[in-house]
């Protein structure tokens, strides 16, 4: 079973930076369609960001523009660089396969706010 870990969340001020990690235990991982999901509260989980295999990716309107996601297979590592962030980028941010498995991992908790 792929354990997948999180990282990189914190607080910042609209406009600013994060890059958020997501380790894979595993090295098969290469072979999926990664995604970044976030989750605001009392809201559903939304895929806004995905890396297929062969490194193309595509993005949510919202966030178009401002995320860029990548991929080191070599270190079994999905990244998502987000700039410019606005209040309404707040979530929790999770990675995992597209389409997901149930294989959730704890997420890391992104606050944009002055």
């Known amino acids: 079973q792929v354990q997948l870990v999180e990282s990189g969340g914190g607080l910042v001020q609209p406009g600013g930076s994060l890059r958020l990690s997501c380790a894979a235990s595993v090295g098969i991982f290469r072979l999926y369609a990664m995604g970044w999901y976030r989750q605001a509260p009392g809201k559903q989980r939304d895929l806004v960001a995905r890396?297929?295999?062969?490194?193309?990716?595509n993005y949510a309107d919202s966030v178009k523009g401002r995320f860029t996601i990548s991929r080191d297979n070599a270190k079994n590592t999905v990244y998502l660089q987000m700039n410019s962030l606005k209040p309404e980028d707040t979530a929790v941010y999770y990675c995992n396969a597209v389409p997901a498995t149930p294989n959730w991992g704890k997420g890391t908790l992104v606050t944009v706010s002055s």
């Open positions: 890396i297929t295999s062969g490194d193309i990716t």
